[in-house]
């Protein structure tokens, strides 16, 4: 079987696991230097994703501590792991090297893991949303106006996306999706990559929502998202990041009832305090989590900013007598969006 196929298959017995956070578990460690001996100029801390090159074993420490706590899906330590992004620390140029080691750091750790206790596991290339936008102008006088245009920003992705797969990942998650346009242009550079490698490349999107209304910043509702995107018929669809999972919980409902496909939501460790750290426990996630459950409404579970390794064991330990959602049959309607999503009755 394809990894595509042996996920659905184990997302029908059972809700899978996703890992949490990296950036909380790499703050922790309080590093002074992120550099190391690449001889970079410009200040490299906060460049987590440099940490793949520069101290792989962090990263491999805060996979394992993810596998212990019972996350079937790792997602790579590359969510800024792009030209666009790297161009702010003036490390551009080592975009592939970065993606390449970031997938295979955490293939490896799986792999072990796989050879201990038999247990499939499966490694997401995690790509984030850049910190450009093309549905907006960054200038409030020139509404036009746009730093980069859609076949820029496709290729950056597709220089990730080739590199992620050479590492070995198995699917390309494109989260944090603020804009839908950013989303639908690293979309087509999965497919591209898909048609070049002659083989299937399956795509995972996440959605973030930018306010309680539901909306990202380009101003789509997630059903509207969806009919946006599902054209690159996605192995997962779902929410990320934005909120804890009780402000989640009405957006993910909506989705889930619409989506024919796998449902993957990974919320904060709910609202952040006025130092912008996270304070719900464990305990907490996992209870709003297990309200998900009772409502049908998730395949795959995890965490995103200021989940431990701790708030994802919470989370499997509250899951793993619980159905998964079950995936509604594909619409027989037109499905088709704007801002809001247009119905077309057979």
């Known amino acids: 079987m394809t990894a595509a196929q042996e996920l659905r298959a184990a997302a029908a017995e059972r809700i899978l696991i996703k890992d949490g956070a990296y950036g909380t578990l790499i ?22 994703d440099l940490l793949n090159i520069t101290r792989p074993d962090i990263i491999a420490g805060i996979a394992r501590r993810f596998v212990d706590a019972g996350a079937d899906i790792l997602a790579t330590n ?28 955490i293939r490896e750790v799986i792999d072990e893991a796989t050879v201990i206790d038999g247990r499939k596991r499966w490694v997401a290339g995690a790509m984030g949303p850049t910190n450009k936008t093309l549905s907006l102008s960054p200038d ?9 245009d859609f076949d820029e920003v496709k ?31 690293a979309a087509m550079a999965v497919l591209e990559a898909e048609a070049a490698l002659g083989r299937e490349l399956p795509v995972m999107i996440s959605m973030t929502l930018t306010d309680l209304s539901g909306r990202n910043l380009s101003g ?14 996605p192995l997962t669809i779902g929410l990320n990041c934005s909120f804890g999972a009780a402000q989640l919980r009405p957006h993910l409902s909506a989705l889930s009832r619409m989506a024919d496909t796998l449902i993957m939501a990974y919320p904060n460790a709910g609202l952040p305090n006025e130092l912008g750290e996270y304070d719900e426990a464990a305990e907490e996630t996992a209870r709003q989590v297990g ?3 009772k409502d049908g409404l998730i395949n795959i579970v995890g965490g995103c900013c200021g989940t431990t390794p701790a708030h994802i064991a919470a989370i499997a330990g509250a899951t ?27």
Do not use: C
């Open 27 to 48: 703050q922790a460690e309080k590093l002074a230097d992120y550099g190391g001996d690449l001889g970079l100029e410009k200040d490299q801390r906060g460049n987590n």
């Open 78 to 105: 590359s969510f800024n792991a792009n030209a666009i992004s790297q161009a702010d620390y003036g490390a551009e140029h080592l975009v592939r090297d970065i993606n390449v080691n970031a997938a295979r750091i």
């Open 140 to 148: 409030v006088n020139d509404p036009g106006f746009r730093e980069v």
């Open 155 to 185: 290729a950056v992705y597709r220089e990730q996306v080739d590199a992620l797969v050479e590492g070995g990942a198995d699917f390309i998650l494109i989260e944090t999706v603020f804009d839908t346009l950013n989303a639908k242009a």
């Open 220 to 233: 789509h509702t997630v059903e509207a998202f969806w009919a946006s995107v599902r054209h690159a018929q």
């Open 291 to 293: 309200e998900w459950v």
């Open 320 to 346: 793993r007598t619980s159905p998964p959602r079950i995936v509604p049959a594909a619409p027989t309607n037109t499905l088709l969006a704007g801002l809001e999503p247009m119905v077309i009755a057979a």
